[in-house]
Nanobody, 124 residues
Framework: QVQLVESGGGLVQPGGSLRLSCVGS????????IGWFRQAPGKGREGVSC????????YYVDSVKGRFTISRDNAKNTVYLQMNSLQPEDTALYYC?????????????????WGQGTQVTVSS
């Protein structure tokens, strides 16, 4: 079992940056692929990015590619999502999720464990 807690969300102006954190407890995240997902009001859950458990492979959906960077610090049992050049369409509740496998995916149904989410609002 693993528990996940997100933090780092907030209100930012268009063009600004935020760094989200996903901290694991109950188990090391070393063996888990981690995904970031988001959901805006009235819209379905959308995959954003993911990172593999061991080889450090990463994936980004086209809408965030070049603006977002996912990384992990195993010593801190934490995965980060650095978000730059934020736009209003990035406004959403952001979730991290974990699945005990090597390869990552932005297919949400694959993930077994989910955090509670952290709100990101991009507005002038």
């Amino acid at each position: 079992q693993v528990q996940l807690v997100e933090s780092g969300g907030g209100l930012v102006q268009p063009g600004g940056s935020l760094r989200l954190s996903c901290v694991g407890s109950g188990s090391t995240l070393d063996y888990y692929a981690i995904g970031w997902f988001r959901q805006a009001p009235g819209k379905g859950r959308e995959g954003v990015s993911c990172i593999g458990s061991s080889d450090g492979s990463t994936y980004y959906v086209d809408s965030v590619k070049g603006r977002f960077t996912i990384s992990r610090d195993n010593a801190k049992n934490t995965v980060y999502l650095q978000m730059n050049s934020l736009q209003p369409e990035d406004t959403a509740l952001y979730y991290c999720a974990a699945v005990r496998r090597r390869l990552c995916s932005v297919y949400g149904s694959l993930y077994a464990y989910w955090g509670q989410g952290t709100q990101v609002t991009v507005s002038s």
